[in-house]
């Protein structure tokens, strides 16, 4: 038994002498092709509404030119990271509905239009990722993928998000102050 403790402990060290931060990640742009159906697990494009916002901006979205300007940010080799779609549609909810990362996470593992509006087919029990893998997320895309982002979001919305982009510059911060 104590030959079998050692051998364990033997194979862990190595996996846990390279430390998390200095791993390559490799992108990885889409999810696998499932082919297969499986006949327990029901599809989510055939449970949810058509019409619903979340599906028919997941339609709109040119995901591919989102993922094209981000793909020189990872390796091609070692480590997987997390889908760039499932990323940024992460942080495309966590704006929509201004929760903290923790919170984003949480509540895609629960709503089945966010599962689908990341890309995924069928529901997932278990969460996306840990949520200090959002913050890694945004480090890594910085600002120049960030603009990929909003880019995209422009060219969905038209007139009206640029409209919005100017309302929201020149807008004047309400700020009172209680002791006058």
Same mark, same amino acid.
């Given at each position: 038994?104590?030959?079998?403790?050692e *051998?364990?402990?033997?194979?862990?060290k190595?996996?846990?002498?390279i430390?998390?931060?200095k791993? *390559?990640?490799? %992108?990885?742009?889409?999810?696998?092709?499932t082919?297969? =159906?499986?006949?327990?697990?029901?599809r989510? /494009?055939? %449970? &949810?509404? $058509?019409?619903h =916002?979340?599906?028919?901006? @997941?339609?709109?979205?040119?995901?591919s030119?989102?993922e094209?300007p981000l793909? +020189? &940010?990872y390796?091609?080799?070692?480590?997987?990271?997390? $889908?760039v +779609?499932l %990323?940024?549609?992460l942080?495309?909810?966590?704006?929509?509905?201004?929760?903290s990362?923790e919170e984003?996470?949480?509540?895609?593992? /629960?709503?089945?239009?966010?599962?689908?509006?990341s890309?995924?087919?069928?529901?997932?029990?278990?969460?996306?990722?840990?949520?200090?893998? %959002?913050?890694?997320?945004?480090?890594?895309?910085?600002?120049?993928?960030?603009? @990929?982002?909003?880019k995209?979001?422009?060219?969905? =919305?038209?007139?009206?998000?640029?409209e919005?982009?100017?309302?929201?510059?020149?807008?004047? *911060?309400?700020?009172t102050?209680?002791?006058?």
């Amino acid at each position: 038994m104590q030959k079998y403790r050692e *051998k364990r402990r033997f194979a862990e060290k190595p996996s846990q002498s390279i430390p998390y931060r200095k791993r *390559k990640t490799a %992108m990885k742009t889409a999810s696998p092709p499932t082919n297969r =159906h499986d006949l327990f697990l029901p599809r989510l /494009e055939d %449970m &949810l509404n $058509p019409r619903h =916002h979340l599906v028919t901006l @997941a339609s709109a979205i040119a995901w591919s030119e989102i993922e094209a300007p981000l793909a +020189r &940010l990872y390796a091609s080799e070692d480590r997987p990271a997390k $889908p760039v +779609r499932l %990323m940024v549609s992460l942080l495309i909810l966590k704006q929509l509905r201004n929760f903290s990362d923790e919170e984003t996470v949480a509540e895609w593992q /629960e709503y089945a239009y966010w599962q689908y509006f990341s890309g995924e087919e069928t529901f997932q029990v278990r969460p996306p990722c840990d949520p200090s893998e %959002m913050t890694y997320f945004r480090r890594r895309i910085g600002e120049s993928g960030i603009e @990929a982002i909003l880019k995209a979001s422009i060219t969905i =919305h038209g007139a009206a998000a640029r409209e919005a982009e100017i309302i929201a510059t020149v807008q004047e *911060k309400n700020i009172t102050s209680e002791g006058r």
